[in-house]
């Protein structure tokens, strides 16, 4: 799963404006069952924090919010259909890397992605 193209997935199939962007993801049904689908809450961003500890996040909106639901194997034909597109990686949405781990004050710390071994390139062919 890429969070990143299921935003855009989510805004295709959903007609939702160009703003929007989730604030919450979720896979359900919860365990023990498999999960199945994934649902998606988010909302129009139409500000953002301007200084302080959150500047250049965006300003969620719980009075506009909503949620959609794409299941796994619709995102699984997405992400198919995007490499085949774009001849880029749909893991690491062609950046070629992925995060290893995130810490409070060292930050992020990235390695190759695992599925395109740090190439960008799409791995699917047809
Ligand atoms: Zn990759």
Redesign the pocket.
Known sequence: MNVKLLEKQAKEKFSLPENWEWFRWETLPHPPANHTFVKLTGCPITERYKSGKRKGRPKYSLATSMSVTITLAEHEAYLLAWEKETG???????????LERWHHIDGTKMR??????????A?VRG
């Not at 880029?88 to 992925?98: H, I, N, R, V």
């Not at 190759?112 to 390139?121: D, E, L």
């Open positions: 880029q990686c749909s893991a690491c949405t062609g950046s070629g890397e992925e190759p992605c695992g599925k395109c071994n740090g190439s960008k390139k791995t």
